[in-house]
């Protein structure tokens, strides 16, 4: 079975640009989450959606980060303009609901801005 | 404070040695707890989930203490193969996982 899919799996781009990350979840999970990694950091979640519900996005910074899980599947995380501190990882996360025990993880967009 | 907090790294050992990772989590409503690997450059996996009563999973053995809030990771006879970074991981009612910065270890020959 596929695992967690994103792309691109690296990007740079220079500071005030837009950047989009595409994340496709374990066929059959409902929950989807992303999340940002910093260097020497653990993950640190930015939204998580129940189908096409966003349900925590309280982490999300709203002013230049957006996102969708237009049809339940498939997830966009959006950012425009990109600034200097956003580089990190970007790890999508799937799981069957959210009171399962195990999020699968995507191997993540590393995301440098200069 | 974090939520989350765990011994800074990283620990440099040499291979069979017994290791030992601290946790501490600040959030007593915290539902369940884990350990993820996260190999350099890949994504975090689930190690094994931590239990009340402590669970062995071959030479990894994991402890909870609600009490103390307190968690921690044992491996015993260390391999070159689980050089890698340990997060410990607590669960928020709801389903939010809550990572801690993780704990580089490294096996040497």
């Known amino acids: 079975e596929a695992g967690v899919v994103q792309s691109p799996r690296y990007k740079i781009i220079e500071k005030k640009q837009p950047v989009a990350f595409w994340c496709n979840p374990i066929?059959?999970?409902?929950?989807l989450y992303w999340y940002r990694q910093n260097l020497g950091q653990g993950p640190e979640l930015l939204i998580r959606y129940e189908n096409e519900e966003a349900v925590d996005d309280s982490q999300l910074p709203k002013d230049r980060f957006s996102a969708e899980r237009l049809k339940g599947v498939d997830s966009t995380l959006k950012i425009q303009p990109a600034e200097l501190g956003d580089s990190a990882v970007y790890l999508c996360?799937?799981?069957?609901?959210?009171?399962?025990?195990?999020?699968?993880f995507g191997p993540g967009t590393r995301l440098t801005v200069t | 404070r974090k939520e989350v907090e765990q011994d800074p790294g990283p620990f440099n050992v040499p291979e069979g040695a017994t290791v030992a990772f601290n946790c501490t989590y600040s959030?007593?409503?915290?539902?369940?707890f884990f350990w993820y690997r996260q190999d350099c450059r890949k994504e975090p996996k689930l190690l094994m989930s931590v239990y009340s009563s402590g669970n062995e999973d071959g030479r990894f053995t994991a402890q909870l203490n609600r009490a103390s809030q307190y968690i921690s990771l044992l491996i015993r006879d260390s391999k070159l193969s689980d050089s890698a970074t340990y997060l410990c991981v607590v669960k928020r009612q709801g389903g939010k996982l809550i990572f801690g910065q993780g704990t580089e270890l490294s096996v040497k020959p």
């Open positions: 996360a799937s799981s069957e609901d959210r009171e399962l025990r195990e999020q699968y």
């Open positions: 066929s059959g999970h409902n929950t």
């Open positions: 959030n007593s409503a915290s539902q369940s």
